[in-house]
């Protein structure tokens, strides 16, 4: 009887759950959906450890967030407390307001524009960069909300928004590959190869690396969470049997330095409003908001073709009510102290296990909460293990590029130039604004001024003196 009993409850759940997410006419099923959660999170998950590894600082050794009074490790599982929260927070509204099987996250790329360019070449506090978030982030709820997508989208070159995927897989690329001391600097060639035979950091990031291409390659689910920690695992067994020193620098910060007190990240970005320069900070905003737009703008587009969703014209129906998801995350974790939260393109592994609606996304919003008891195990990753997946990611990323028509000059230049400058000078919007300064140039000087905006000229104008201002050294005694 009592079988019977939770049977009927099972039953009764899952019919619900049916209803509200309207599976029948998805034509799916609770258990498909439920898997292909899974599915999802195990692709994604990697975030957890990867988000705080990037986001905190060490003083002296790699900008990012520092908090006075606290460790490495302790900021290191704040900011895994904080990644789960906002990841958690943002696709459960994606499933429950707009019923898609869409997952999100801090999204890589900007959490490194965040630490590297933000914080250590701009050198604005981290307090005010979390500021900078919030603001992006409100700005996009306010535009979804009026439905202007489709105007702030045709105020933006296409060259460069093609462009800009690419670019931050190399930037991705080459910020994984110097964490692993794959790529060190060179007096004579400022880059070189790291010294892999005989740096047990170097040599151990090689194995690792190519056994997460190798299980990537493979189609193992999970398979960039799978080669960190099995590169992790290695590296704390040669310390522990003595085959490297302690000092080697293949172990992570001790566990016991794990906290789930957020409270000196959480808020943190009020202090950060004051004081604000603002050419600084408005370029920072923009560039947190142009990434986020039309990388979540894409992903969506991308995922929802696999899915087949999208309509004759391309387009995916509603796109606002996941554009606001994107935006209502971003602001959230902009509060709880991560950078901005966008879509992840993994969600695509979950569409291709039959994952057709919000409870796809309520799973992958479940197991994130979940994880939260693996908090501690954040602080045991060294960087260079965590780092593997910037290098994979970023090699996926680069795919991107086919969309680029190289064969018109108008087209090639400002993308190139977007894609280039970004890893050359460690910047995001550096790369943006390359592609937005060129565009206008190409297009007038090969007699095609007549596709050109006024948008697009206010906007090269605009980068035109912020870089005047920036490298004269107007702003250095500000930032």
Do not use: C
Request: no cysteine; net charge negative; proline share 4%.
């Amino acid at each position: 009887m009592g079988t019977d009993t939770s049977t009927e409850t099972s039953g009764q759940s899952g019919g619900r759950l049916a209803d509200y997410f309207d599976l029948e006419a998805h034509d799916t099923t609770v258990t498909t959906e439920v898997l292909a959660g899974l599915t999802t999170f195990l692709t994604m998950s990697y975030i957890v450890i990867v988000n705080p590894s990037i986001m905190a600082g060490i003083p002296g050794e790699k900008p990012g967030i520092v908090v006075s009074g606290f460790s490495h490790g302790q900021v290191v599982s704040m900011l895994a407390v904080v990644t789960i929260l906002a990841a958690a927070v943002a696709t459960l509204v994606m499933a429950f307001y707009a019923n898609r099987p869409f997952a999100q996250a801090p999204g890589l790329g900007l959490n490194a524009f965040f630490a590297f360019t933000v914080v250590g070449a701009l050198g604005i506090p981290w307090q005010t960069a979390l500021a900078a978030v919030v603001v992006e982030g409100i700005l996009f709820v306010a535009l979804t909300a009026v439905g202007a997508r489709e105007y702030v989208i045709r105020l933006f070159p296409e060259p460069v928004k093609f462009a800009v995927g690419t670019g931050i897989g190399l930037f991705l690329t080459i910020i994984g590959l110097q964490e692993m001391n794959l790529v060190v600097d060179d007096p004579a060639t400022l880059v070189t190869l790291g010294p892999v035979a005989s740096d047990p950091v170097a040599a151990l990031s090689v194995v690792g690396l190519f056994l997460t291409f190798a299980l990537y390659a493979r189609g193992i689910r999970g398979s960039i969470v799978l080669g960190i920690a099995a590169t992790t695992v290695v590296g704390y067994g040669l310390t522990a049997l003595g085959v490297v020193s302690a000092d080697a620098g293949l172990t992570g910060a001790a566990t016991a330095a794990a906290t789930y007190d957020i409270t000196p990240l959480a808020g943190a970005f009020l202090s950060g409003l004051s004081d604000v320069d603002g050419l600084a900070f408005a370029l920072v905003v923009f560039t947190f908001f142009f990434v986020d737009f039309f990388d979540t703008a894409g992903t969506l587009v991308g995922v929802g073709q696999a899915g087949d969703f999208l309509d004759e014209d391309g387009d995916l129906p509603d796109i606002d009510r996941p554009l606001m998801a994107d935006a209502v995350g971003t602001t959230v974790g902009g509060m709880l102290g991560t950078s901005t939260v966008t879509t992840y393109i993994e969600s695509a592994a979950g569409v291709e296990e039959g994952g057709r609606t919000g409870l796809t996304a309520l799973t992958v919003g479940v197991l994130f909460l979940l994880s939260l008891a693996l908090v501690p195990l954040a602080t045991a990753v060294p960087l260079y293990a965590s780092h593997i997946a910037l290098v994979v990611i970023g090699v996926v990323m680069l795919g991107n590029v086919v969309d680029i028509a190289w064969d018109d000059i108008t087209y090639a230049v400002p993308a190139g130039m977007t894609i280039l400058v970004m890893p050359f000078t460690f910047s995001i919007a550096y790369g943006i604004a390359a592609g937005i300064v060129s565009y206008p140039i190409v297009k007038v000087f090969a007699g095609r001024a007549d596709e050109l905006r006024l948008g697009h000229l206010a906007l090269a104008g605009a980068f035109v003196v912020y870089f005047f201002v920036r490298t004269s050294g107007l702003l250095a005694a500000s930032v």
